[in-house]
């Protein structure tokens, strides 16, 4: 942006920002809301929206989003900017609201391209040098309800679950090392008695929080709006679509204030009646839809289920936690390999018992233990 390029050749002779993790949340009585900033050693700057538009700010543009953060007034940031650059008091406050602006108008807007309307430079999926990842999913337990087959879930892989302060100690150096996204999910979370306990942790840290779940125990409404009470962002369902109670918590969830994908995985049990099931998805309410296989064989119906998807206007989502899958649309049709993989890098999987996997299902690849290694160790093993 040009305000930006008007303070590049001054920034070498100011001292960036302190390397960290801000963050801002909309009050209780407005729309949902979570911005993050990383800044890092040079200044730079990783702005998150809501956890899933990530700007890449430059050292002065990073600035912007501090003030922006720590709601100051215009004319305060203004004049703290002209304190630290080479510019008057009134271009520091033009350049200002003209950053608050266009960041106001990218929040309003959640499909406006940032780089074709707002002259941002965008991150490319996964693409980043990043110094955490911006997720780390959270395997809970890998206990499954009655009647499901037990092979779902790798229960053998672990000989323990971590106890609720050790999952509250593993939160705290997740946000510590500047992760600002978590995710419940395993197995099925919402059998460990203290999820709600754990959502209110992360809530209390400022991290955006998700839960991966069957449904099941969110038919109950009461449980429902614990959770909602204690500070869930987003809820990922894994449809089983014979399931009446998952079709009951969808009912009790899209009335809700919080964002809801619905995961369908295509298999034998699915592909036939695949499209019917986005039909219904779609005459309940639902506009967020995510698609997965655990088997090639079923690729053909994953890509019809995906054009009756697109038919319907439903948004498709790839970047989430999605169970016992490894293929989807986004996968297939990007074999070239030209979008790097977010395992690893963008996102961490940690199991029951604390070990660090770049994803779900890599179990070969042990990246150290989140509860006992140092940050560090883990992270660059990747």
Request: contains cysteine.
């Amino acid at each position: 942006m040009k305000i930006f390029n008007r303070l590049a050749d001054q920034f070498k002779k100011v001292q960036p920002l302190s390397e960290g993790l801000y963050h801002m949340q909309a009050p209780a009585d407005q729309k949902p809301l979570r911005i993050h900033l990383r800044v890092l050693k040079d200044g730079a700057g990783l702005l998150i929206l809501n956890a899933s538009t990530v700007l890449h700010l430059n050292p002065t543009a990073a600035e912007y989003a501090y003030h922006f953060i720590k709601g100051a007034a215009p004319e305060d940031a203004a004049k703290e900017i002209a304190s630290r650059y080479r510019i008057t008091r009134v271009q520091a406050l033009e350049d200002y609201n003209e950053f608050a602006d266009r960041i106001q108008t990218l929040i309003e807007t959640p499909d406006l391209d940032p780089v074709s309307f707002l002259d941002f430079e965008r991150v490319a999926p996964h693409s980043a040098d990043l110094t955490a990842p911006l997720r780390l999913d959270c395997a809970l337990t890998y206990r499954v309800p009655k009647g499901t087959q037990p092979d779902v879930a790798p229960a053998k892989r672990v000989t323990r679950e971590l106890t609720t302060d050790e999952w509250r100690a593993i939160l705290d150096k997740a946000w510590q090392a500047g992760i600002p996204h978590v995710t419940f999910t395993g197995g099925e979370p919402t059998l460990r008695d203290d999820l709600p306990d754990l959502i209110a942790h992360a809530e209390k840290l400022g991290q955006v929080c998700g839960l991966l779940t069957d449904g099941a125990a969110l038919s109950n409404k009461k449980y429902l709006d614990i959770l909602l009470q204690t500070g869930l962002d987003h809820i990922l369902l894994v449809l089983h679509p014979e399931d009446a109670d998952a079709w009951k918590a969808i009912n009790l969830i899209l009335p809700a204030d919080i964002f809801l994908t619905v995961h369908l995985t295509v298999n034998k049990a699915t592909a036939k009646d695949g499209e019917k099931t986005v039909e219904k998805l779609a005459k309940a309410g639902v506009r967020n839809l995510s698609l997965s296989t655990p088997d090639k064989k079923f690729l053909g119906d994953m890509l019809a289920i995906q054009n009756k998807a697109n038919a319907h206007n439903f948004t498709m989502r790839w970047d989430l936690p999605v169970p016992y899958s490894e293929s989807n649309p986004a996968a297939v049709e990007t074999e070239d390999d030209k979008v790097p993989a977010g395992a690893g890098r963008a996102w961490l999987y940690v199991e029951p018992d604390g070990d660090v996997l770049p994803a779900q299902g890599e179990a070969d690849k042990v990246m150290g233990n989140f509860l006992n290694d140092a940050w560090e160790k883990i992270y660059h093993s990747s």
